[in-house]
């Protein structure tokens, strides 16, 4: 990565703090309130250390074998950074991600639920999920109906996994503010206090209706490769 680019990365970042804050303040939030996860899948070690100079250390990924190939190294320079899970689980990579991961946001399911509590007991290791909730009913998007959630957080609960919020991606081609205060309603309901929600181009929405935590890659790091 040449200065140039470095310089870029340091310039997005902080031009989004600058809109989170902002969005922050208009919904009469605390800034410190709102959790920036930079989504590093399909980007290499080299720009995510651009991110980690500038003192960023919360990340994204979507694909426990990429995460597990980039993040060791990383974090053995970085102990401090947290990672988080932000894409479809297979119940087989359970171990894994329990032992990579600081955060699950796509616990979507019995069986899920069921191999991830078991890792956590075994590893010693709890950490904190989201319920993702297929908020806009399609049938190609993971997530849990929007009937099931009652269902899925008593499973959880049953089985001792700490569900602290939901989490959703709303249809790419719809206006997102009614599905996110849908899931920020649903929330609600169920005393869930965290919310994560918003990417790149709804990230200042999502944060007036109430998001904790929102994944953004492509504003900080540039369009990914098709
Ligand atoms: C890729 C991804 C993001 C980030 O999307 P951008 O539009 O690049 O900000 C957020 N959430 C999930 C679940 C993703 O897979």
Known sequence: MTEKESNLAHTARKEIVGKIEKAARIAGRKPSDVRLIAVSKTRDSGEIRTLLEAGHRVFGENRVQEAADKWPALR???????????????????????????????????????ALAKEMDRQERKIPCFLQVNIGE?????????????????????YGLSVIG????????????????????????HDLKQLSMGMSGDFETA??????????????????PA
């Open 76 to 114: 053995a320079d970085y102990p401090d950074t947290e990672l988080h899970m932000i894409g479809q689980l297979q119940s087989n990579k359970a171990a894994d991600a329990v032992a990579l991961f600081d955060c699950i946001h796509s616990l979507d399911r019995p069986s899920l639920i069921k």
């Open 138 to 158: 399609e049938p190609q998007k993971g997530g849990c109906d929007i009937a099931a959630v009652p269902k899925l957080l008593e499973q959880a609960r049953e």
């Open 166 to 189: 939901l989490m959703a991606v709303p249809p790419d081609d719809a206006n997102p503010a009614p599905y996110f205060a849908l899931l920020a309603k649903l929330a609600g309901d």
């Open 207 to 224: 944060i007036k209706l109430g998001a904790t935590h929102v994944r953004v890659g492509t504003a900080l790091f540039g369009p990914r």
